[in-house]
């Protein structure tokens, strides 16, 4: 069973930074796209940035700029490096990785962290 373990979330002031961590546990033979959505209560969970294997890179307009993905493959890591934060990017913050494979032969799997929170006060 494949598990998604995301850090890093917390409390920061507008203007301030902050650093999402997501590790990839498990067998784990390869991952095609990691990424980040996030859910605002009362608002549907929107996409924030994706990274493929190959590094590109996609990000919702609202963060251009200002939010960075990356990605250690060896790791089975993604991160979410956030910049001038702002207390419209509050919300829980999720981790998924899609085209998981646990093996080269397997049927590829999409899996979902459990949320970190995000707050930011103005």
């Known amino acids: 069973q494949v598990q998604l373990l995301e850090s890093g979330g917390g409390l920061v002031q507008a203007g301030g930074s902050l650093k999402l961590s997501c590790a990839a546990a498990g067998t784990i033979f390869s991952i095609n796209d990691m990424g980040w959505y996030r859910q605002a209560p009362g608002k549907q969970r929107d996409l924030v940035a994706t990274?493929?294997?190959?590094?590109?890179?996609d990000y919702a307009d609202s963060v251009k700029g200002r939010f960075t993905i990356s990605r250690d493959n060896a790791k089975k890591q993604v991160y979410l490096q956030m910049n001038s934060l702002e207390p419209e990017d509050t919300a829980v913050y999720y981790c998924i990785a899609r085209g998981v494979r646990e093996y080269y032969y397997s049927v590829a799997h999409e899996y979902w962290g459990q949320g970190t929170q995000v707050t930011v006060s103005s």
């Open positions: 990274i493929n294997s190959g590094g590109s890179t």
